[in-house]
C-alpha cells in the first residue's frame, strides 16, 4: 500500500483523491487529522450530544468513501465532505424534531430578529449596489495575544451559543472553520444574498457582545 504526505496545505487535491480511491490508509487519516476536528465542531451544532455529533460525522466518512468513485470535483473535496456532513447532520436533527430548514428563506425577513435587510445594504449606489453600508471586521485584526485568552475564547463562545441557529452555522462555517462564502452557500444551499446578511448579522451580534474587550484591547 502507498502512502501520501499531505503536510502541505490541502496537498495536492487530484493526488488525495487518487490515494483515497487506491486505499491509501495514510492519506485518509491525514484528511480526517485535517477536517475531523472542524466536522465534529459543525456537527455539535445540530446534534443532541457528542455521542449523537461522534455518529453523524462518522457516518459522514463512510458516505464519502463510498460515493469517491462518482465525485465529480465539481467543487473542493472540503466543500463536498461538509455538504455531506450537514445534510446528514440536518436529516438527524430533523428526525429528533430540532431543525428549521432555512435555505428558502428571503433575504429580508431571514434574521429571527426580524430586522430588514435596508439596513445592511445600499440599493442605490451606482456601482455598490447591495452591498454593506458597514463593515463589520474579522478577528484577524484582534491582537493574537488576546485571541489565545481564556476569557476572550470563552466570551466568544458563548456569543456563538446564543446566535440564532442559521446565523450560527453560517459564522462557524465561515469565520471559525474557514469556509469561503461560495462554499458555505454550496454546503447549506444557501444563496449567495442570504449568506452574507446571515454572516453579517452573526457578525454583528458577536461583534457586540465582546464590544468592551475588543475596544480595551485596540487602545
Known sequence: MTSTNLSEPLADEARTIEALLAGDEEA??????LHGGPMLRVALLYASS????EEIVQETWLAMLGALGAFERRSSLKTWLFT??????????????RSVPFSSVPVDVVDEAGTESNEFFDASHPRWAHCWTTVVRTWETIPGEGLLGDELQRRLAAAVRALPESQRLVFTLHDVEGLSGEEVCNALALSG???RVLLHRARLKVRSALRQYIDENDA
Request: aromatic share 4%.
Open 28 to 33: 485518509f487519516r491525514a484528511l480526517i487529522d
Open 50 to 53: 457528542r455521542a449523537v455529533a
Open 84 to 97: 455531506i456532513l450537514v445534510n446528514r447532520a440536518k436529516r438527524r436533527a430533523e428526525r429528533e424534531g
Open 193 to 195: 444574498s442570504n449568506q
